[in-house]
């Protein structure tokens, strides 16, 4: 079975914080995904890596960044915490186009 | 850029009923999918199902391409299927999918 790993189920930050949400996965996949859900709004892609040290803008980048040095983790970064970013935020490898997520970290910000 | 709708949004249903949830896109796609939240967040990935039909157990899905809808059906649903339904479509995209707003399902014993 596809294994996608995020390391926090719950995150409580203070505003202007850095913020590091971690994933792993476990099955060699080219493509990494970050979404964040939020109710109302769906899923919303934040960015996407095709390869180690890749990656690209999704539709909501601004106020993230990513990090991909190795091929199975695919870091979110919140350079700067801010209340608007308190949200669930999912992992995603894919494989064949088929979509595999993690278990979803819910990251309140204060 | 690819608009998807899903409907019905809500759906409640007893137990052993039947259900049809509908996923319309807005431009051609070759790659959709069906998804599953439980009431703990987890996304199961249900369909990878860019045309023709699959089924798996009570699940099956059609997707008509040519006319820009899927349909996922639920057969003798149960209590464990109730839950937020995704259809997410994309097309040569490197799998980046818009994912619609969903169909949030309840079944009642």
């Known amino acids: 079975d596809v294994k996608v790993t995020q390391s926090s189920r719950y995150l409580v930050k203070r505003t202007g914080e850095k913020v590091f949400l971690e994933c792993v996965q476990d099955m060699d996949h080219e493509n990494m995904f970050w979404y964040r859900q939020d109710p109302g709004l769906g899923l919303r892609l934040i960015y996407f890596?095709?390869?180690?040290?890749?990656?690209e803008k999704g539709d909501i980048p601004e106020g993230y960044s990513v990090s991909r040095e190795k091929k199975e983790r695919f870091s979110l970064i919140l350079e700067s915490a801010s209340t608007n970013q308190t949200s669930m935020y999912l992992c995603?490898?894919?494989?064949?186009?088929?979509?595999?997520f993690g278990s979803g970290t819910q990251l309140s910000v204060l | 850029g690819i608009q998807v709708e899903q409907s019905p949004p809500d759906l409640i249903l007893q137990e052993g009923a039947n259900s049809t949830l509908r996923c319309n896109f807005s431009d051609s796609v070759n790659n959709l999918q069906w998804f599953h939240q439980n009431p703990w967040g987890q996304l199961i990935n249900l369909f990878y199902i860019p045309s023709g039909t699959k089924q798996n157990g009570r699940l099956s899905a059609t997707t008509v391409a040519t006319e820009r809808y899927s349909l996922l059906y639920i057969s003798s649903s149960q209590t464990t299927d109730s839950g937020v339904y995704f259809c997410?479509?994309?097309?040569?995209?490197?799998?980046?999918?818009?994912f619609g707003q969903g169909t949030e399902l309840s079944v009642k014993p």
């Open positions: 997410a479509a994309g097309y040569n995209q490197g799998g980046k999918l818009i």
């Open positions: 995603a490898s894919n494989e064949d186009e088929k979509l595999f």
């Open positions: 890596s095709y390869d180690v040290k890749m990656k």
